[in-house]
T-cell receptor, first 115, second 116 residues
């Protein structure tokens, strides 16, 4: 079966510090990978998605970047955090589309607080 | 712009009652819909999905209904239990473009509270 991991689970960082959040998927190959952010009491905002190694699409201009160094690894980064970067960050995966839309499955999330 | 939203932000029901959570969407090209359950501090959990060639789909204690005419989606939970208390999100997607990935558009969510 497939599993998705995220770490760390929680993180408190000062404004201006760097960020690196990691997501890995097990039990599948060539997944589509996604990073979402969820503000408190709100829905999910898609930040980045990737259909393959080194292929990253950004959905919104922001202070964050993403990388996919390996097939099942997705990293969310920032060089200098802003207060507005606080939120709940979720990684998700789906099977390769192949002309068919597939369900996205989410990881446990990382709670980021920028002070 | 295209959006997916919910009619009610909160829903409170008695244990054992049936719950109905509604969702409206505006993208007529949407052809795939998903319901997720999100408990506090956790990632969304897949509940059930439905494709646009169907009007109804049933799972264990849950039923999703799709009305494409009025662009409306609902989630019915039978015999609601305290463990069903969570925020429920609907999400919709349209067919991915060539070389692209399917993207889900999420509603804001409905908080379901089940009273014992």
């Amino acid at each position: 079966s497939q599993t998705i991991h995220q770490w760390p689970a929680t993180l408190v960082q000062p404004v201006g510090s760097p960020l690196s959040l990691e997501c890995t998927v097990e039990g599948t190959s060539n997944p589509n990978l996604y990073w979402y952010r969820q503000a408190a009491g709100r829905g999910l905002q898609l930040l980045f998605y990737s259909v393959g190694i080194g292929q990253i699409s950004s959905e919104v201009p922001q202070n964050l970047s993403a990388s996919r160094p390996q097939d099942r690894q997705f990293i969310l980064s920032s060089k200098k955090l802003l207060l507005s970067d606080s939120g709940f960050y979720l990684c998700a995966w789906s099977r390769l589309a192949g002309g068919r839309i597939n369900t996205q499955y989410f990881g446990p999330g990382t709670r980021l607080t920028v002070l | 712009g295209e959006s997916v939203g919910l009619h009610l932000p909160t829903l409170s029901v008695q244990e054992g009652d049936n719950s109905i959570i509604n969702c409206a969407y505006s993208n007529s090209a949407s052809d795939y819909f998903i319901w997720y359950k999100q408990e506090s501090g956790k990632g969304p959990q897949f509940i059930i999905d439905i494709r646009s060639n169907m009007d109804k789909r049933q799972g264990q204690r849950v039923t999703v209904l799709l009305n494409k005419t009025v662009k409306h989606l609902s989630l019915q939970i039978a015999a609601t239990q305290p463990g069903d208390s969570a925020v429920y999100f609907c999400a919709e997607s349209s067919h991915p473009t060539q070389g692209g990935s399917e993207k889900l558009v999420f509603g804001k969510g409905t908080k379901l509270t089940v009273n014992p």
